[in-house]
């Protein structure tokens, strides 16, 4: 599918959580496609989706952000791919395991860090 260097993906259910940051990440330079669920993102991936980060909220419908996270890791072909995890929940601790290695910002979210976060995660040359 695509391999852009510029490409997001944003995991989450709320629609004006989802817009707001596609509006801002776009105003950034970024493309981004949306997945209301990690089943949905999931789909996403395993097609043939590669986005240089996941910004990936834990609560959601159907397959939230915990279960995501484990089916990602486990999979070669995706647990490479840098993921930010968005959210206003403190996870339990018996999940920093699943969580290990992704970064974690709370909402609601300091555009600052988030940008500076993304571009740690996924530099893109000038």
Same mark, same amino acid.
Request: proline share 17%; no cysteine.
């Given at each position: 599918m695509s391999n852009d260097r510029r490409l997001l993906l944003v995991v989450e259910d709320d629609a004006d959580v989802a817009g707001t940051l596609t509006e801002f990440l776009e105003d950034e330079g970024f493309s981004v496609t949306v997945a209301q669920n990690g089943k949905q993102a999931l789909e996403q991936l395993r097609a043939g989706l590669r &986005?240089?980060?996941i910004l990936l909220d834990l609560l959601m419908p159907e397959m939230d952000g915990w279960q995501f996270r484990q089916e990602q890791i486990s999979d070669p072909n995706?647990?490479?791919i840098g993921t930010i995890v968005l959210t206003a929940?403190? &996870?339990p601790a018996e999940w920093m395991a699943v969580m290990a290695g992704a970064e974690m910002i709370r909402k609601p979210i300091d555009?600052?860090?988030l940008r500076s976060t993304i571009d740690r995660l996924a530099p893109i040359a000038a």
């Open positions: &986005p240089v980060a995706l647990r490479g929940a403190a &996870p555009i600052d860090k």
